[in-house]
Nanobody, 125 residues
Framework: QVQLVESGGGLVQAGGSLRLSCAAS????????MTWFRQAPGKERQFVAF??????????DYADSVKGRFTISIDNANNKGYLQMNSLKPEDTAVYYC????????????????WGQGTQVTVSA
């Protein structure tokens, strides 16, 4: 089993920054994907960014709405993932979740066995 714990959410003014963390414990995988999703009130859960690590390289991508503003990263030695969020906008307000799967990115939120509890990000205008 894998446990994920997010932290770093909070209230910030538009244009500000936050860094979310996702601490993983339990099993480890040689190839894995960590993905950040978010869900705003009354809306469906939405993909934000993913990063896949295997023995050779890192692969990552972002939702168009956050490209150029958000940066995903991992600290494999310490089993942590991060989402650096800059130039935040009110429309970024949501609960942010990290999720982990054993293997490469495959799209959708149904392919993740492990989820964190979520951390609230609120961006005021």
């Amino acid at each position: 089993q894998v446990q994920l714990v997010e932290s770093g959410g909070g209230l910030v003014q538009a244009g500000g920054s936050l860094r979310l963390s996702c601490a993983a414990s339990g099993r480890t995988f040689s190839t894995y994907t960590m993905t950040w999703f978010r869900q705003a009130p009354g809306k469906e859960r939405q993909f934000v960014a993913f990063i896949t690590r295997n023995d050779l390289a890192l692969y990552y991508d972002y939702a168009d709405s956050v490209k150029g503003r958000f940066t995903i990263s991992i600290d494999n030695a310490n089993n942590k993932g991060y989402l650096q969020m800059n130039s935040l906008k009110p429309e970024d307000t949501a609960v942010y979740y990290c999720a982990l799967r054993n293997g490469p990115y495959s799209g959708g939120d149904r392919n993740y066995a492990y989820w964190g509890q979520g951390t609230q990000v609120t961006v005021s205008a």
